[in-house]
């Protein structure tokens, strides 16, 4: 066999690609114990104060916008979740990705024989934010017990599932926006807009629409129709919590706005890449 035909017959293992991923992140960080450290105590002070102002608040209330205390604290779980995820394993090297355009070090991914999104957007991994999705699942084991319900297997993988969704359509917006460092080379104020619009996505959709405003309505239909950053998590918490969803067909309309956001993004990316220019040209 000839040396171009071992090159088309080759493919890559990906799971152990992802595997040696996660070791080197996990050498780097007992590398730098004090900085593993102080992020694990930074993300446990920040959920803290979360809890605590929301205790102060259901203290003079009894809902926020049909949430009871239990179930708005599964909400936020399950927010805080989806969001851990995604800042464990995809922030980073979207951040990073600009970096490497600017180093000339993209061009090193370019030549390896593996899919350049996926070694792009996984290559380095902060398993310090993984204390959040501890504390997260933590949280939400504590809102479904005392929320009086009781979550059947079907209601558990649904949730899971939903959850995956979520975490895939943050990605695709993220690396997106990622993908337009070819063209503007130091694109700070996108994400600057990644984390303005994903704040609204700390509150539940029905907030938006209960006093039936105008402002309200509209933010609501463009975050939930054209970016979907409120079904994404409010829909996974509405079926954990066994609350109705009205109407029952928004959970299908996160998922197919998220895949429409997976290939698009690939595709963002993909033409960002014929743009570039590597360091030797």
């Known amino acids: 066999m000839d040396s171009s035909s071992q090159e088309t017959s080759f493919r890559p293992d990906y799971g152990r690609v992802l595997r040696t991923f996660i070791r080197n992140a996990l050498i780097r960080e007992m590398t730098f114990r004090g ?165 609204f996505a700390r509150y539940p959709r029905s907030i938006y629409t209960a006093r039936d405003t105008l402002a309200g309505n509209l933010l609501s239909t463009a975050f939930t129709f054209v970016i979907p950053i409120l079904l994404v998590v409010t829909v996974p918490a509405r079926v954990l919590m066994q609350k109705t969803l009205d109407p029952s067909w928004l959970i299908f309309v996160g998922g197919g706005l998220t895949l429409v956001g997976l290939v698009v993004s690939r595709r963002i990316f993909k033409w960002s890449l014929k743009s570039y220019r590597s360091a030797s040209s």
Do not use: H
Request: negative net charge; glycine residues 4%; proline residues 2%.
């Open 35 to 199: 900085n593993f450290l102080i992020t694990m105590f930074t993300r446990a002070f920040w959920f803290t104060a979360q809890i605590v102002l929301f205790e102060i608040i259901f203290r003079e209330v009894s809902q926020i916008a049909e949430w009871s205390r239990a179930e708005y604290f599964g909400f936020m779980a399950t927010s805080m979740l989806i969001n851990s995820i995604v800042e464990t394993f995809f922030m980073p090297n979207c951040a990073n990705f600009s970096e490497l355009i600017r180093t000339g070090n993209l061009d090193f991914a370019l030549l390896k024989p593996i899919d350049t999104q996926f070694l792009v957007s996984c290559e380095k991994l902060e398993i310090a934010n993984l204390s959040q999705t501890a504390l997260s699942l933590s949280l939400l084991l504590y809102a479904v017990l005392t929320s009086g319900v009781t979550p059947d297997a079907m209601s558990v993988l649904a949730y899971v599932l939903l959850v995956l969704i979520g975490v895939a359509f943050f990605y695709s917006l993220m690396i997106a926006l990622a993908s337009t460092s070819i063209w503007f080379g130091r694109n700070q104020g996108l994400y600057d807009f990644w984390f303005y619009i994903t704040v």
